[in-house]
């Protein structure tokens, strides 16, 4: 079984820029997650998508970060305009479902590694 | 609130069992996570505990959860130079979001 991918991996940009970071779950997860991890700490949940409805955005910044999941695949999470705060490790991670019983166990993508020079 | 406290680092001998501790304050958490994380990337899921359990076993790791005192702990039993990696502790409650901890740094010398 494929797991999450995500891409690109690394990007370098500076202040004020726009940034996209895609992530493909596995096969079948309706649920997608969006985690910001600054460096040093546990990862904080951004946005989580339940198909292709928006069920969590409470911690997303919405004055410069965007996410979309638009065929309950795919998702995108775009950020404009970056600012040195923002550099940390993107995760994207997918469950099965939601909090059912043992169907909300999330597995992780590699994570695009973001430095706002 | 919610919140998850590790330790930051913790290292052992190769071959010995390393314990990695984790307390949280939700009493009402419903599903207990273990993590790790090696270098450049994403979060592994080693383990994860019911609420209603006190142990859990697979292979050489051990989870025992104390609900009275809400500590979490993850024994690895003969520990590799391969399990040096970043743990996470994190803990769920309903529809709530994951919290994790910042992660206990596992180096195991040779």
């Known amino acids: 079984e494929a797991g999450v991918a995500q891409s690109p991996r690394y990007k370098i940009i500076e202040k004020r820029q726009s940034v996209a970071f895609w992530c493909n779950p596995i096969s079948g997860h309706a649920t997608l997650y969006w985690y910001q991890q600054i460096l040093g700490q546990g990862p904080k949940l951004l946005i989580q998508f339940q198909n292709n409805g928006v069920v969590d955005d409470s911690q997303l910044p919405k004055d410069r970060f965007s996410a979309e999941r638009l065929k309950g695949v795919d998702s995108t999470l775009k950020i404009q305009p970056a600012k040195l705060e923002d550099s940390a490790v993107y995760l994207c991670?997918?469950?099965?479902?939601?909090?059912?019983?043992?169907?909300?166990?999330?597995?992780f993508g590699p994570g695009t590694r973001l430095t706002v020079l | 609130g919610e919140d998850v406290e590790q330790s930051l680092f913790l290292s052992v001998r190769e071959g010995d069992s390393s314990v990695i501790n984790c307390t949280y304050t939700d009493s009402s958490s419903t599903y207990l996570y273990w993590y790790k994380q090696e270098p450049g990337a994403g979060l592994q899921l080693l383990t994860y505990i019911f609420s209603n359990m006190d142990m859990k076993q697979d292979q050489r790791l051990t989870v025992l959860l104390n609900k009275k005192d809400k500590h979490l702990s993850l024994r690895i039993a003969d520990t590799q130079t391969g399990d040096s990696a970043i743990y996470f502790c994190a803990e769920k409650q309903g529809n709530t979001p994951l919290v994790f901890g910042k992660g206990t740094r596992l180096s195991v010398i040779a």
């Open positions: 991670a997918s469950s099965l479902d939601g909090p059912t019983l043992g169907r909300d166990t999330q597995y």
